[in-house]
């Protein structure tokens, strides 16, 4: 799980915000390191040529993008399947912007492609300096935001929560950016949590049950995998946030597997708590093939109300 920086061409992304793009095919040429650990949900923030301030020349934060998908497309069908959502109103302009990125100068035949969808661009730029992240004015390609501070996204996403979206954006957009915002910089918080704690307490046939009602849960009620996550997953609805987690027990193991449940739903609640600057109302939800008796539905109802 990861956040990346990257280094844009301020024109392409001023061209997705005057156009209200909310989705974008982020190409690079196809001679580019391949990013590591980046899965779907990942973030990737533009960094922008042409937003330079003070002496050290550093470039600003303008928005970003959640990470949907990656691929390899040769230039001609790169445009014909994405056209102006590849950042330029013509083909030939397009072109001459790889060419100009292009360290032969030369057209790739493979660009590589990442999809991102729900962008969201800033009020004005964010500089890394501001949430004590200091890189090099010569980095040409990207970072990992999180290497050296595992909240420095966080950070981020609140700086930007304080600046503001983009007014155009908001604008043209047909949900409240802003609150899309918050749920990043929550549901981001929420996935360093589960880092903390998933500790594989399963065995491998019932993290393939776990994994079924997680998947069961995903496509049925709106719910979502934590990042990170293959088994707890969860709903953000104003001001209210529901993790969803799967209880794999025999009767014979009962009393075990509670107190593991248990210990998960409570450090999930200590450590949201510790982390997170947000007042929302947390609530969890138990997953399970058998049905849960009264003690244990006492159990969470408690948990819910602490």
Known sequence: ?????????????????????????????GSQKRFTDFIEGDLLFFLAKGSERGRRKEKGIVGYGKFKRSYTLSFKKMWKEYGS???????DELYDAILKVSKDKMM??????????????????????EVGVMIS???ESYIYLDKEDPQATSKLLNKANESGI?????AMSTTESKSSLEEDEIKHQISLVYQRINDDFY??????KARKLAKEKCCEDN??????????????????????????????????????????????????????EYNFKLKFEILSELPLNDEIVNIIKNINEG
Not at 116 to 127: K, M
Not at 166 to 170: A, F, G, L, Q
């Open 137 to 139: 004015n010569k980095i």
């Open 203 to 208: 065995t491998d046939t019932e993290t393939k």
């Open 223 to 276: 719910f979502e995998l934590i990042k990170g996550s293959k088994t707890d997953s969860i709903y953000y609805n104003d001001n209210e946030v529901i993790i969803a987690v799967p209880f794999i027990y025999k009767p014979k193991d009962l009393n075990r597997k509670l107190q593991y449940l248990i210990g998960h739903l409570v450090s999930y609640r200590i450590l949201i708590k510790e982390i997170s």
């Open 85 to 91: 959502l590849n950042g330029y109103a013509t083909q």
């Open 1 to 29: 799980m990861s956040s990346i920086a990257y280094v844009t061409d301020k024109h392409m992304i001023e061209f997705h915000r005057l156009n209200g793009n909310h989705a974008m095919n982020f190409w690079r040429p």
């Open 108 to 129: 790739p035949k493979q660009m590589n492609c990442l999809y991102l969808d729900e962008v969201v661009f800033f009020q004005s730029p964010i500089y890394l300096s």
């Open 166 to 170: 983009d007014m155009w954006t908001m």
